[in-house]
């Protein structure tokens, strides 16, 4: 089946660090890759997605890039900041069935 | 546009008391919807998915249930909740090769 693992966190780095999340996955055929964002109490957001091979997704200065041949799709920001703060989930959606299947999460703290 | 709700959006619960839990979509019809549990501290499981109205399959064997009464209102049950029910629920759809969450609910067994 399909399946999304994410590297584990937390993630702790000081205002202005690069950030990389890394997230591969396994899935039949094509799917689609996103990432989610969950601010401490809420719920969660979309941050970016892409929907075929080499699509960039890119939104708050966050981006991603499907790697097909790598079966992955890392997020990376160049200068975190402090409300960056908050749980990061990659996920898919496979074409065979539209059921979406999520990585653990990964928990980033960013220090002032 | 397309929109989801759930409510209510914090509860404490004591053992053995029974649970409700709502979603509604609007702007869409005949979505497939999705209940997920994040428990503290782990990711997401989906719990529950649906197809259509009355038509529900479970993806994790618990004390939990859920129906689909309407095209666009998907409700999470327990008769008796359990400590181990404490969580966090998401209720999800599909749209455009996107997922849409709700505002999600607290519940804390006690």
């Known amino acids: 089946g399909d399946s999304v693992t994410q590297m584990e966190g937390p993630v702790t780095l000081s205002e202005e660090a690069f950030l990389t999340i890394n997230c591969t996955y396994t899935?039949?055929?094509?799917?689609?890759l996103f990432w989610y964002v969950q601010y401490p109490g809420e719920g969660l957001q979309l941050l970016l997605k892409?929907?075929?091979?080499?699509d960039k997704g890119s939104n708050k200065g966050f981006e991603a890039t499907y790697r097909k041949e790598t079966t992955s799709f890392h997020l990376e920001k160049g200068s975190v900041q402090v409300s960056d703060s908050a749980v990061y989930f990659c996920?898919?959606?496979?074409?065979?069935?539209?059921?979406?299947?999520f990585g653990r999460g990964t928990s980033l703290i960013v220090h002032p | 546009s397309q929109t989801i709700h759930q409510w209510p959006a914090t509860l404490v619960q004591p053992v053995g008391s029974p649970l409700s839990l709502e979603c509604t979509v609007e702007?869409?019809?005949?979505?497939?919807l999705y209940w997920y549990r994040q428990a503290a501290g782990r990711g997401l499981q989906l719990l529950f998915y649906?197809?259509?109205?009355?038509?529900i399959s479970s993806e994790v064997p618990q004390n939990l249930s859920a129906s689909r009464p309407q095209d666009r209102q998907f409700i999470l049950s327990s008769k008796k909740l359990l400590l181990s029910d404490s969580g966090f629920y998401l209720c999800?759809?599909?749209?455009?090769?996107?997922?849409?969450f709700g505002e999600g609910s607290w519940l804390t067994v006690v």
């Open positions: 996920a898919l959606v496979s074409g065979g069935s539209y059921i979406p299947t």
């Open positions: 892409a929907t075929k091979a080499d």
């Open positions: 899935a039949t055929g094509y799917p689609s």
């Open positions: 702007g869409t019809s005949n979505p497939n």
């Open positions: 649906s197809v259509g109205i009355g038509q």
């Open positions: 999800a759809f599909p749209s455009g090769n996107t997922i849409y």
